[in-house]
């Protein structure tokens, strides 16, 4: 382990977990970081960590205990259902087909304690039913806690909450100690170590995979690393496979990554049209969510990167009511997809101030500041994201899905930590 000469002892801990694991450990974690140096090896602090970490027999253990303290294992089954449930398994066949392989293969990286490759197997049973699925599912993490759990198979209630009775009854049995994955699953999955920054992408001896899926884990790390795992994620691919990121994810690396990364995205489900939900309060209900007529296919043209459609929509729109803050975000997120991150600053900029609990709007102009490298006024906007969600202010659930809301303050959080720029207290 190479030890910073510079900083706190706790600061070079943190220097030496995101080295050795991508996960940034901002000023606002370093008590959290020292919590978990106690729980990696009691009694010992940062001092005492770095000295040992230098040693050439217990130093790699105890900094594997340290970044498996440090991780963030929440997970669950079928976990964002809506991006695993776009995927074409039958297309994904063909795909394996084409390059000789009778089965997909399937990478889940930065599995956690296996619910999502597990998930995808169950998923891609559903979808060959009544024949056996011809997937081969690989999980990894850098967590050898989490692994172990993997490999254990037994989950809590809460794990399967997204599932549904007839999926419990064909792919889980009860034990005294909770839900026992089934035979037939746990056939199709294997489990092993991988770290996404160290070791080789795609994992050595595996690959290329049909199916890649990589959600919530790239939050965790700097713009530089996220674009570097992608560019790998992407090698690993068979020609035609597919990359699943998360929602969170997607808007963790640089602008190029971004579009790459959002082509590969599932699409997502078109909102309801219908009322309108300009000037009442959030707290109504999701109908709030609905935009009026004509915002939905002007967003839709925004958000598929038919730039000039939206513009013209955005135009229309204005020429109606330029104080509107609809179009303006409309706008911004057309010119950002144009790669045009400060022209979007300016539209996004309006409509914040026309509405300053837009979320969208907030959150989006955080990612444009992001795009342009101004570090701090994207971490006041992740800031005011995270604000309106925590106040409820009216405006919040515009243009939003209810689970919407959920990803912006993960992402939002995620940004914050990577920016070393989170807020302090429980919500980071
Ligand atoms: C929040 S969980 C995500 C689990 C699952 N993908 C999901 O979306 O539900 C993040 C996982 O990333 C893992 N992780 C963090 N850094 C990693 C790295 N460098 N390589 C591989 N896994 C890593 C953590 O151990 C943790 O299990």
């Not at 219908?274 to 296919?297: F, H, I, W």
Request: charged residues 25%; hydrophobic residues 45%.
């Amino acid at each position: 382990v190479m030890i910073p000469e510079t900083g706190s002892e706790l600061e070079r801990v943190a220097d030496i977990v995101r080295r050795t694991s991508g996960v940034v450990v901002g000023a606002p974690q370093l008590p959290a970081l020292a919590a978990a140096i106690a729980r990696a090896e009691p009694g010992l602090g940062a001092g005492g960590l770095l000295l040992e970490l230098g040693d050439r027999t217990r130093g790699p253990a105890l900094l594997d205990r340290l970044v498996d303290e440090v991780t963030v294992k929440e997970t669950c089954f079928l976990r964002h259902r809506s991006e695993l449930e776009t995927l074409d398994w039958r297309g994904l066949l063909e795909v394996a087909r084409r390059r000789g392989s009778p089965v997909i293969r399937v990478w889940s990286a930065a599995c956690a304690s296996g619910e999502e490759a597990y998930s995808l197997a169950m998923l891609a049973g559903q979808a060959f039913a009544p024949v056996p699925p011809p997937v081969a599912v690989l999980g990894t993490d850098i967590a050898a806690s989490a692994l172990r759990r993997a490999a254990h198979g037994r989950y809590g209630a809460r794990s399967l909450r997204n599932v549904e009775e007839p999926l419990r009854e064909r792919y889980f049995h009860a034990d005294p100690d909770g839900l026992v994955v089934s035979q037939t699953l746990r056939e199709l999955v294997t489990f092993a170590r991988h770290n996404l920054v160290g070791d080789p992408i795609p994992p050595v001896g595996r690959g290329p995979f049909e199916l890649i899926v990589c959600r919530n884990v790239l939050i965790y790390f700097d713009r530089d690393t996220v674009d570097q795992i992608t560019a790998g994620l992407e090698r690993a691919l068979a020609p035609g496979g597919r990359l699943v990121l998360g929602a969170a994810d997607r808007v963790s690396g640089k602008p190029r990554v971004l579009r790459r990364a959002a082509a590969a995205a599932p699409p997502r489900p078109a909102p309801r049209a219908g009322a309108r939900d300009r000037g009442r309060p959030a707290s109504r209900d999701v109908a709030l969510a609905v935009p009026e007529p004509g915002v939905e296919p002007a967003l839709a043209a925004a958000e598929t990167g038919r730039i000039d459609e939206a513009i013209a929509a955005t135009d229309a729109m204005l020429a109606a009511d330029a104080l509107d803050p609809v179009p303006h975000f409309i706008r911004g997120l057309a010119e950002h997809a144009a790669g045009d991150p400060e022209a979007a600053a300016a539209s996004l900029r309006r409509a914040v101030y026309l509405d300053p609990g837009f979320l969208r709007a907030a959150f989006e102009l955080g990612r444009a500041h992001d795009a342009l490298n101004h570090d701090a006024a994207a971490a006041r906007c992740y800031r005011q994201a995270l604000d309106v969600l925590h106040e409820g202010r009216p405006g919040v659930r515009r243009l939003l899905n209810p689970r919407e809301a959920g990803d912006i303050a993960a992402a939002s959080r995620g940004r914050l930590r990577a920016l070393g720029a989170a807020r302090t207290g429980p919500a980071a």
